[in-house]
T-cell receptor, first 115, second 114 residues
Framework: GAVVSQHPSWVICKSGTSVKIECRSLDFQATTMFWYRQFPKQSLMLMATSNEGSKATYEQGVEKDKFLINHASLTLSTLTVTSAHPEDSSFYIC???????????FGDGTRLSIL | AQKITQTQPGMFVQEKEAVTLDCTYDTSDPSYGLFWYKQPSSGEMIFLIYQGSYDQQNATEGRYSLNFQKARKSANLVISASQLGDSAMYFCAMREGRESDMRFGAGTRLTVKP
């Protein structure tokens, strides 16, 4: 069964809207989770590392005020795209962390379309 | 700097034949893990196979095997007896050390022809 649950799967909204994406770890505690962004026909690019109880760590070039990450519990991390614009349209996907010998488990992703 | 390189943007294979997807990597960390994921058009990331840097033998998982050549820093995925359902994007990824994030290659789009 699924290890990570991500919602919603699809979002279509107007420009200027803020969109929240949830990523839940099922049956285990996740102190660290990762948020990736994927443009069509491209690879996954790490946006930020979500840390339970502390501030997220953002990759270079990712606007922290644009992409708000909250990891308030050991089972839930959220990504909020604030005042979304068409250029924010993309596929967003979260995953668990782990040791080097463990695969990351991914949510099913969220397709965000900003009109 | 790009640490994972997949040089084949697209590959075609005939159904029931084997195909090799190339992946090279770069790291100075002696402890690392190499992973392959499959991403169908629906978008989910499906874990296929793992190879640890200290593993002596090549990893195998059903029809998937990983040709690990440590000195050459390559970790090619071999899919045997290709099926139509194997058509997807395939990503090679690497993780270094403890609880670090996983970095992905550019991906290879595999198309299996009937």
């Amino acid at each position: 069964g699924a290890v990570v649950s991500q919602h919603p799967s699809w979002v279509i909204c107007k420009s200027g809207t803020s969109v929240k994406i949830e990523c839940r770890s099922l049956d285990f505690q996740a102190t660290t989770m990762f948020w990736y962004r994927q443009f069509p026909k491209q690879s996954l690019m790490l946006m930020a590392t979500s840390n339970e109880g502390s501030k997220a760590t953002y990759e270079q070039g990712v606007e922290k005020d644009k992409f708000l990450i909250n990891h308030a519990s050991l089972t839930l991390s959220t990504l909020t795209v604030t005042s979304a614009h068409p250029e924010d349209s993309s596929f967003y996907i979260c995953s668990t962390a782990g040791y080097s010998n463990q695969p990351q488990h991914f949510g099913d992703g969220t397709r965000l379309s900003i009109l | 700097a790009q640490k994972i390189t997949q040089t084949q943007p697209g590959m075609f294979v005939q159904e029931k034949e084997a195909v090799t997807l190339d992946c090279t990597y770069d790291t100075s960390d002696p402890s690392y893990g190499l992973f392959w994921y499959k991403q169908p058009s629906s978008g989910e990331m499906i874990f296929l196979i793992y190879q640890g840097s200290y593993d002596q033998q090549n990893a195998t998982e059903g029809r998937y095997s990983l040709n690990f050549q440590k000195a050459r820093k390559s970790a090619n995925l071999v899919i045997s007896a290709s099926q139509l359902g194997d058509s997807a994007m395939y990503f090679c990824a690497m993780r270094e050390g403890r609880e670090s994030d996983m970095r992905f290659g550019a991906g290879t789009r595999l198309t299996v022809k009937p």
